[in-house]
């Protein structure tokens, strides 16, 4: 029986199976995936993150780009192959969990490989689990093209004539300006105006005036973190106003309803729509967790990581306890705080046995 099974090996798992190799534990990094970075390589392919290379670093291993630079999700992939590799992590692909229960003091895990077993489980699965699309979209003629963001990669999947764009988040802003710039006509359903940020700030990037003010470091518990949690997040580095502005998009409200010859937006009904890329984000899926809590979002109830569940910890879920709990650049600070933990409440097995040994001669 394993010391831990890691659920995960993006940038969560990654960083916590840095550090439980530290400390000696035997483990496993599960993933469905076939490769390393896979959940990076399936988004769109003009992706880049929207934090420059200093603020993208795991424990131990700088990302090899220069300072200022905005790594592509290739890039990012690159990386998390040359972690594993460089620390040598035990990463078993091509293994889908099916459930998870504990039973006295012993996790069962099921998966398409067969059954494991482990005193504990760290879940880094990610936000990004459930693609979320409105009920209207099963109303759409089959005819009409339908991606989510999850699924579209770029332009050359779609079909020619009109596209609609669904979702004003940093995703549908980028998709939007992409599919625009095709030159086809473009019904953008989503704000009307939006909170944006720059990128650059007086000779600075954003990411560094957020570090010099504190921002990265206000926790969900306090005043500011509660506010900041339950804001949408402003659309960084996107100029909205001039891809709205663009003669071949059209804003129209909240899509409403559709039916085999148009889709409905409020008040107004368009036809001759060929393609929609719904950017309507993800709904989180832990039901394959036996008896766990979930709060009024559907993730997990924890503190920092921890459960009521002993042995069962989680990392990367979003403000898990900062801002940057989900990100490149802040996780392995969870993954400390996680850590301290899991050294006071299990024993790698190889102290185990080396004190067995010890009482035994």
Same mark, same amino acid.
């Given at each position: 029986?394993?010391?831990?099974?890691?659920?995960?090996?993006?940038?969560?798992?990654?960083?916590?199976?840095?550090?439980?190799?530290?400390?000696?534990?035997?483990?496993?990094?599960?993933?469905?995936?076939?490769? /390393?970075?896979?959940?990076?390589?399936?988004?769109?392919?003009?992706?880049?993150?929207?934090?420059?290379?200093?603020?993208?670093?795991?424990?131990?291993?700088?990302?090899?780009?220069?300072?200022?630079?905005?790594?592509?999700?290739?890039?990012?992939?690159?990386?998390?192959?040359?972690?594993?590799? #460089?620390?040598?992590?035990?990463?078993?692909?091509?293994?889908?969990?099916?459930?998870?229960?504990?039973?006295?003091? @012993?996790?069962?895990?099921?998966?398409?490989?067969?059954?494991?077993?482990?005193?504990?489980?760290?879940?880094?699965?990610?936000?990004? #689990?459930?693609?979320?699309?409105? *009920?209207?979209? @099963?109303?759409?003629?089959?005819?009409?093209?339908?991606?989510?963001?999850?699924?579209?990669?770029?332009?050359?999947?779609?079909?020619?004539?009109?596209?609609?764009?669904?979702?004003?988040?940093?995703?549908?802003?980028?998709?939007?300006?992409?599919?625009?710039?095709?030159?086809?006509?473009?019904?953008?359903?989503?704000?009307?105006?939006?909170? @944006?940020?720059?990128?650059?700030?007086?000779?600075?990037?954003?990411?560094?005036?957020?570090?010099?003010?504190?921002?990265?470091?206000?926790?969900?518990?306090?005043?500011?973190?509660?506010?900041?949690?339950? @804001?949408?997040?402003?659309?960084?580095?996107?100029?909205?106003?001039? /891809?709205?502005?663009?003669?071949?998009?059209?804003?129209?409200?909240?899509?409403?309803?559709?039916?085999?010859?148009?889709? /409905?937006?409020?008040? +107004?009904?368009?036809?001759?729509?060929?393609? /929609?890329?719904?950017?309507?984000?993800?709904?989180?899926?832990?039901?394959?967790?036996?008896?766990?809590?979930?709060?009024?979002?559907?993730?997990?109830?924890?503190? +920092?990581?921890?459960?009521?569940?002993?042995?069962?910890?989680?990392?990367?879920?979003?403000?898990?306890?900062?801002?940057?709990?989900?990100?490149?650049?802040?996780?392995? *600070?969870?993954?400390?705080?996680?850590?301290?933990?899991?050294?006071?409440?299990?024993?790698?097995?190889?102290?185990?046995?080396?004190?067995?040994?010890?009482?035994?001669?």
């Amino acid at each position: 029986m394993l010391d831990f099974i890691v659920i995960g090996a993006g940038q969560a798992g990654l960083a916590i199976g840095k550090k439980l190799k530290e400390k000696g534990y035997n483990f496993l990094i599960l993933d469905s995936s076939k490769e /390393i970075g896979a959940s990076w390589l399936k988004r769109w392919d003009s992706l880049k993150l929207f934090t420059p290379t200093e603020f993208n670093h795991l424990d131990g291993l700088p990302f090899p780009m220069k300072d200022g630079e905005y790594p592509d999700k290739y890039e990012v992939a690159d990386y998390f192959k040359s972690y594993v590799n #460089h620390f040598n992590l035990p990463v078993q692909l091509n293994t889908l969990v099916k459930s998870l229960e504990k039973k006295i003091d @012993t996790f069962f895990i099921q998966t398409s490989q067969g059954e494991l077993k482990a005193k504990a489980v760290v879940v880094a699965t990610g936000p990004f #689990h459930t693609p979320f699309t409105p *009920k209207c979209s @099963t109303k759409v003629n089959e005819d009409v093209l339908q991606l989510h963001s999850k699924q579209y990669l770029n332009t050359k999947q779609l079909q020619e004539g009109d596209a609609l764009v669904v979702g004003g988040g940093d995703s549908g802003f980028q998709i939007l300006e992409e599919v625009a710039n095709t030159g086809r006509k473009v019904y953008f359903s989503g704000p009307a105006k939006a909170q @944006t940020i720059p990128q650059q700030f007086l000779g600075k990037t954003l990411w560094w005036w957020f570090d010099k003010l504190g921002f990265l470091k206000v926790n969900k518990y306090s005043y500011l973190g509660k506010k900041l949690s339950k @804001t949408m997040q402003p659309i960084i580095g996107t100029d909205v106003k001039g /891809i709205l502005a663009k003669p071949n998009v059209t804003r129209v409200e909240r899509t409403t309803d559709a039916n085999e010859e148009e889709i /409905i937006f409020g008040d +107004r009904a368009i036809k001759g729509i060929k393609n /929609i890329i719904w950017s309507t984000g993800f709904r989180p899926n832990f039901s394959w967790i036996k008896n766990i809590q979930l709060d009024e979002e559907g993730y997990p109830k924890n503190f +920092r990581g921890v459960t009521e569940t002993n042995g069962l910890f989680f990392i990367g879920l979003p403000w898990m306890y900062t801002r940057g709990s989900a990100t490149l650049g802040g996780v392995s *600070k969870d993954a400390d705080y996680l850590m301290g933990k899991i050294i006071n409440e299990f024993t790698p097995t190889s102290v185990e046995t080396k004190k067995e040994e010890s009482e035994m001669a």
